[in-house]
């Protein structure tokens, strides 16, 4: 089992940065694959971006160049540092890990809200 816990949200000016955590607990050595989705209202949850244990990275198209996800695994600990953001980034950020079995866990989420 693996456990997530965000924290980093909050509401930002359009133009800001917010930076957000992700801690991880519990079996972290199995961990394959962590990612951040987000959920805005009345939408789906999308990717935003991932990051496998190597170190290869993967963005969604609309946070490509202002947004960075990076992982210290020493830490047990995956962030993403979000610059210029806009009111379209608002959602509720979920961390997401994959397990070497393909079990995905999922954090309780983190709200980040973006006033124009």
């Known amino acids: 089992q693996v456990q997530l816990v965000e924290s980093g949200g909050g509401l930002v000016q359009a133009g800001g940065s917010l930076r957000l955590s992700c801690v991880a607990s519990?079996?972290?050595?199995?961990?394959?694959?962590m990612g951040w989705y987000r959920q805005a209202p009345g939408k789906q949850r999308e990717l935003v971006a991932s990051i496998a244990n190597g170190g290869r990275t993967n963005y969604a198209e609309s946070v490509k160049g202002r947004f960075t996800i990076s992982r210290d695994n020493a830490k047990k600990e995956m962030r993403l540092q979000m610059n210029s953001l806009k009111p379209e980034d608002t959602a509720v950020y979920y961390c997401?890990?994959?397990?070497?079995?393909?079990?995905?866990?999922w954090g309780k989420g983190t709200l980040v809200t973006v006033s124009s």
């Open positions: 997401n890990a994959v397990d070497v079995w393909a079990m995905d866990y």
């Open positions: 519990g079996s972290v050595f199995h961990i394959n694959t």
